[in-house]
């Protein structure tokens, strides 16, 4: 069996789609996250690296959301338990805390790359 010019064009075609396949599957470069806010008058959606307070009018109140270092948490609130605050701060996507008396929704959103961490192991 003789290998032909055109084999070889192949394998090299294959390989250098492999290659940027690889690079770009596992680069360290990391995808926009976005905190978005919802409540039943308004609506946000800031990026993650920025610092803000951002107050969201609900119907029994305001509640304060803050935005630091790379995440976002409910600092305060006008509900009785509280359960917004206590849950503490989000940083990846998907991850989300919710004020339902006062009707306040936030969530992470966006695509990250590189390091994930693991969300839960049963066994």
């Keep these: 069996m003789k290998i032909k010019i055109a084999d ?11 290659v940027l396949t690889s690079l ?18 308004n609506e946000w959606l800031i ?3 920025e610092q803000k307070t951002i107050w969201v009018k609900g119907p029994i109140g305001e509640t ?9 948490r409910i ?6 338990e509280k359960i917004c605050i206590r849950s503490g701060s989000i940083s990846r996507p998907g991850q989300w805390v919710a004020c339902l ?7 992470i959103e ?5 390091e994930e961490s693991v969300d839960a192991v049963n066994f």
């Design 8 to 18: 070889i064009a192949i394998i090299i075609i294959a390989l250098l789609v492999i």
């Design 24 to 41: 770009y599957a596992y680069s360290g470069i990391k995808g926009k996250l976005y905190v978005h806010i919802k409540s039943d008058s």
């Design 47 to 49: 990026p993650i690296t």
């Design 64 to 72: 304060e959301v803050v935005i630091n270092s790379g995440s976002a």
């Design 75 to 80: 600092v305060s609130s006008p509900c009785r």
């Design 101 to 107: 008396p006062n009707r306040v929704f936030v969530s």
């Design 110 to 114: 966006g695509k990250s790359s590189g």
